[in-house]
């Protein structure tokens, strides 16, 4: 690979056509300059190479295209990682959900396109620094729970296009940080629930913009 001689890279973008897992002279390198990086795996039975991606210890901004079959813990050593987007990423697993939290300068997250747990949970402690959460077409995901003390720095929350979720995650309210809230696309019977008096409406009554676009109605509505 031509890119490996280029150890000074700040901006790195990669598209993979096979398996980026063959072993190449050079393959040991560490990119400890490279401060962007974006990986696209273009063909549906081919996973992100973490080998890649593992010798980039030094990245603030990681967007990752294309299946997810795990995620190392590895990671967890990426101190300066604060900006992450997974596009098209397969399906999630508990233990995904788990090193994603642990991530320790992790203050931007984006899920766009993908399937999450059924039922997720948000540990107490977890995602310490998340800023911005923005959640875009994510299947599968029906049930949430924040834990009391998990994402205690959240200020601002996307949700798009999730139409499985079924409610806003039980223990939103106890994100007192949280300023903005928008939700687009998303089906009446869960917008119902946000507006004084539905279900959901003390769990955002303390946050000071919620902008909700574009109702999906029901199909059986009138």
């Known amino acids: 690979m031509i890119f490996l001689k280029l150890t000074n890279l700040r901006k790195l973008g990669v598209i993979i056509f096979d398996g980026g897992e063959k072993k190449e002279k050079g393959t040991n390198i560490i990119f400890k300059h490279l401060q962007s990086l974006s990986v696209d795996s273009w063909w549906k039975d081919l996973a992100i190479p973490w080998n890649i991606v593992l010798r980039c210890p030094n990245i603030y901004k990681l967007r990752l ?6 995620l190392p813990e590895e990671l967890l050593r990426f101190t ?3 900006k992450l987007k997974l596009k098209r990423f397969g399906n999630l697993k508990d233990d995904h959900i788990k090193v994603l939290e642990k991530l320790p300068s992790l203050r931007i997250l984006f899920a766009d396109g993908g399937t999450f747990p059924a ?3 948000c540990s107490e402690g977890g995602f310490p620094f998340l800023e911005f959460l923005s959640l875009d077409s994510v299947e599968g995901l029906k049930e949430w729970k924040v834990e009391k003390g998990a994402m205690p720095s959240l200020c601002r929350l996307h949700i798009e296009y999730c139409s499985d979720l079924k409610a806003l995650p039980d223990g939103l309210q106890h994100i007192t940080t949280l300023k903005e ?5 998303m089906p009446s019977e869960f917008c119902s629930r946000l507006g004084e008096g539905g279900e959901d409406f003390y769990k955002i009554q303390h946050v000071q913009s919620v902008i909700i676009t574009n109702i999906i109605e029901d ?4």
Do not use: F, Q
């Open 65 to 70: 295209s294309g299946e997810i079959r795990e």
């Open 80 to 82: 300066n990682l604060t």
């Open 119 to 121: 039922h997720l949970v």
């Open 181 to 185: 809230l928008t939700i687009n696309s």
């Open 219 to 222: 199909e059986d509505s009138e």
